[in-house]
């Protein structure tokens, strides 16, 4: 147990529809990663925050958002929503930033049909 | 930027060595080795934060050679529970990017 905990586990939805994803890093850390793992892009960084602010940008599409509140847990927002969407997408949490650690969740396993 | 990883697969008897390549075309900041077992999370190996850097645990170990912008995972002595896909993953130095590469299969054989 990673101590990063993720909800839901598992979501089905329908292309067009609006979902989010919750993240809630371990205690103390300060950083949050998004990740998107599909069977042929493998993992993909999204995006990163750090204490509250957008640190880093990946290969998040617009059609994504996210954000870190101020008890540091994390959503991940995703609209519109296409086939192509569907994926393992994972959070990581760390202290602060390049020099640490990042511990996974367990993941959200997101279907559209 | 993908860091691209060598062998794509590798299938080992127990107790065999193995060694995987992670090479990138920048400059890296730190490299980070993780495991992943299918349909679960990737698990943290070890980090390597300056060149010419060497970790181990167990029989797991890593080097980073920064001049050549690659790292190696060693694998000694396989075991079973060795089996998933390895990714290295960086942090370029410029910027927070975070960049996985692209995965080693390794399958362990009684």
């Known amino acids: 147990d990673s101590g990063v905990t993720q909800t839901p586990k598992h979501l089905i939805t329908a292309t067009g529809q609006r979902v989010t994803l919750r993240c809630s890093p371990r205690s103390g850390d300060l950083s949050v990663y998004w990740y998107q793992q599909s069977l042929d892009q493998g993992l993909q960084f999204l995006i990163q925050y750090y204490n509250g602010e957008e640190r880093a940008k990946g290969n998040i599409l617009e059609r994504f958002s996210a954000q870190q509140f101020p008890d540091l847990h994390s959503e991940l927002n995703l609209s519109s929503l296409e086939l192509g969407d569907s994926a393992l997408y994972f959070c990581?949490?760390?202290?602060?930033?390049?020099?640490?650690?990042?511990?996974f969740g367990p993941g959200t396993r997101l279907l559209v049909l | 930027q993908q860091p691209v990883q060598s062998p794509q697969a590798v299938i080992l008897r127990e107790g065999e060595d193995a060694v995987i390549n992670c090479s990138s075309s920048?400059?890296?900041?730190?490299v980070h080795w993780y495991r992943q077992k299918h349909g679960e999370a990737p698990v943290f190996l070890m980090i390597l934060l300056k060149g010419g850097e060497q970790k181990g645990h167990d029989k797991i170990s890593a080097s980073f050679n920064e001049k050549k912008q690659q790292s190696s995972l060693y694998l000694t002595a396989s075991q079973l529970s060795y089996s998933g896909t390895y990714f290295c993953g960086a942090f370029l130095n410029t910027g927070n990017q975070f960049y996985f590469g692209t995965g080693t299969s390794l399958t362990v054989i009684p």
């Open positions: 990581a949490s760390s202290v602060a930033g390049r020099d640490e650690t990042q511990y």
């Open positions: 920048k400059a890296l900041y730190s």
